[in-house]
């Protein structure tokens, strides 16, 4: 019998994680939701361009007039606004996979209850369900050109654009700066 709630309560894990519609970027590209306002970093911009059709991705260190300027394995990259077709930035990292673990401890630990985890489990798992759900399918990106150039460069390392005179050969990417 308990054999069988371990192997329900992996099933309901694994289904747990795997419900996130969240946009993702990679590991520590982007910060969490509560950490976004004392971030200094730029969000994660996913870039597709008209001509090529190449795409690139990386760190959003600025938008100026008439270019875009994004940070890829520490080298910026340089292009012009005109020639994009379509962008998505990354704001933040939602926190579902940390809800869904919580979840399934909470479902697990429902087992100390005795013969009130009749009661316990369902609320637990319906409870956790539904704030896994919730924070998965939270919008944590914007795209262009559905949202304007001027919605997208508030999340730039720089909003109001590169400064003059820096040499964008100096910054130094997220991650070197977090291994510190």
Not at 62 to 77: H, L, P, R
Not at 139 to 168: C, H, S, T
Request: charged share 15%; hydrophobic share 40%.
């Amino acid at each position: 019998m308990l054999k069988n709630r371990f192997i329900i309560l992996g099933f309901v894990f694994i289904l747990l994680n795997g419900c996130g519609k969240s946009i993702t970027a990679p590991h520590d590209a982007v910060p969490k939701r509560k950490s976004l306002p004392t971030d200094a970093f730029g969000g994660w911009i996913s870039v597709t361009m008209k001509s090529s059709q190449k795409s690139f991705q990386g760190e959003l260190i600025a938008i100026n007039a008439d270019s875009i300027y994004v940070m890829n394995n520490g080298k910026v990259q340089l292009e012009q606004i005109s020639d994009v077709n379509s962008a998505r930035i990354v704001l933040f990292k939602t926190s579902s996979e940390e809800y869904a673990l919580w979840t399934f401890l909470g479902s697990l630990g429902t087992i100390s209850n005795g013969a009130f985890l009749v009661f316990t489990f369902p609320l637990t798992l319906i409870t956790g369900i539904a704030t896994t759900s919730s924070e998965s399918n939270r919008i944590n990106y914007l795209d262009y050109p559905q949202n304007n150039w001027e919605e997208l460069m508030k999340y730039a390392r720089f909003p109001q654009g590169l400064p003059q005179g820096l040499n964008v050969g100096d910054l130094k990417p997220r991650s070197i700066i977090k291994q510190k």
